[in-house]
């Protein structure tokens, strides 16, 4: 079955960077895109980009064009999400998610979330 | 982008009742890119609707889906102890894809 399994929490003090990994099987690796969006406390869902596994192509938001990377490792079928410069609102938990088909579309399978906790 | 504005903030229900969720889009959602997810405390959200009226693998047939344009909703026929959660929406017919506020449905 498809799994998607995420690192543990995090926490980081301003300023700093912070690497959320999803590690996923069950499926062929390269066949979907994957997103990856947030969800600060009390507040919806952000999204913030994704990444194609097979070419390494991605797609940011504006918001985070310049303090993000997300990457993708075939060989453990793994995928990365680095922020940096970090902020208190940045403060949420983390979640990769799998597109069901193409590009922008519905997400059927998510992960169960990294808590990024940025705080002095 | 596109804003989506759900409605109840939250849905005071009793098992067997049914509850329904409104979710209204700022912009047309095109040919209906609209999914609807359920997440419970401390789980991955879950797939239910996609294409605004299409369950998702594995979803009981008392989750429906409907609406069109702007204007969606989401129906649980009779809902089970089980389905005491947030519900939110999403839509995927423009980039940046955004999501729904949520709607808490509680005993």
């Known amino acids: 079955q498809v799994q998607l399994v995420q690192s543990g929490a995090e926490v980081k003090k301003p300023g700093a960077s912070v690497t959320v990994s999803c590690r996923t099987s069950?499926?062929?690796?390269?066949?979907?895109?994957m997103h990856w969006v947030r969800q600060a406390p009390g507040q919806g869902f952000e999204w913030m980009g994704l990444?194609?596994?097979?070419?390494?192509?991605?797609v940011y938001t504006q918001k985070f064009q310049a303090r993000v990377t997300m990457t993708s490792d075939t060989s453990t079928s793994t995928l990365f999400l680095e922020l940096r410069s970090l902020t208190s609102e940045d403060t949420a938990v983390y979640f990769c998610?799998?597109?069901?088909?193409?590009?922008?579309?519905?997400?059927?399978?998510w992960g169960r979330g990294t808590l990024v906790t940025v705080s002095s | 982008e596109s804003v989506l504005t759900q409605s109840p903030g939250t849905l005071s229900l009793s098992p067997g009742e049914r509850a329904t969720v409104f979710c209204r889009a700022s912009?047309?959602?095109?040919?209906?890119?609209l999914a609807w997810y359920q997440q419970r405390p401390g789980q991955a959200p879950r797939l239910l609707i996609y294409?605004?009226?299409h369950r998702a693998i594995g979803i009981p047939d008392r989750f429906s889906g409907s609406g069109s344009d702007t204007d969606f909703t989401l129906t649980i026929s009779r809902v089970e102890p089980e389905d005491f959660a947030v519900y939110f929406c999403?839509?995927?017919?423009?980039?940046?894809?955004?999501f729904g506020g949520g709607t808490k449905v509680e005993i």
């Open positions: 998610a799998r597109a069901s088909s193409g590009t922008y579309t519905d997400f059927d399978f």
């Open positions: 069950g499926y062929s690796f390269k066949s979907h895109e």
């Open positions: 999403q839509q995927y017919s423009r980039s940046p894809l955004t």
């Open positions: 912009q047309s959602v095109g040919s209906n890119y």
């Open positions: 990444i194609n596994p097979n070419s390494g192509l991605t």
């Open positions: 294409g605004a009226s």
